[in-house]
């Protein structure tokens, strides 16, 4: 079974940064991608940002150049550095990761942004 475990949400102001960060358990957590998703009240969830198990990163337009994904095998965790953060960054967001054919989602972490 694969657990994962969001921190670093909070409340900040526009232009603010945070970076959120995903643990997970288990032995294939280097051998998978992992995803970052964001759902906003009345609004559909998102991808916010993705990284593979080599490194490849992908950015939803709406982040690039704000936002960056890393990863750190040694401790089973994958960061989310948001920069520049704006009202409209306001979300849950979670991360998430496919073994086996099956996703598992993290229980999530609230980032407002305050105008």
């Known amino acids: 079974q694969v657990q994962l475990v969001e921190s670093g949400g909070g409340l900040v102001q526009d232009g603010g940064s945070l970076r959120l960060s995903c643990v997970g358990s288990g032995s294939t957590f280097s051998r998978n991608a992992i995803g970052w998703y964001r759902q906003a009240t009345g609004k559909q969830r998102e991808l916010v940002a993705r990284?593979?198990?080599?490194?490849?990163?992908d950015y939803a337009d709406s982040v690039k150049g704000r936002f960056t994904i890393s990863r750190d095998n040694a401790v089973n965790t994958v960061y989310l550095h948001m920069n520049s953060l704006k009202p409209e960054d306001t979300a849950v967001y979670c991360c998430?990761?496919?073994?086996?054919?099956?996703?598992?989602w993290g229980q999530g972490t609230q980032v407002t942004v305050s105008s």
């Open positions: 998430r990761t496919v073994v086996a054919g099956r996703p598992y």
């Open positions: 990284i593979s198990q080599t490194g490849t990163m």
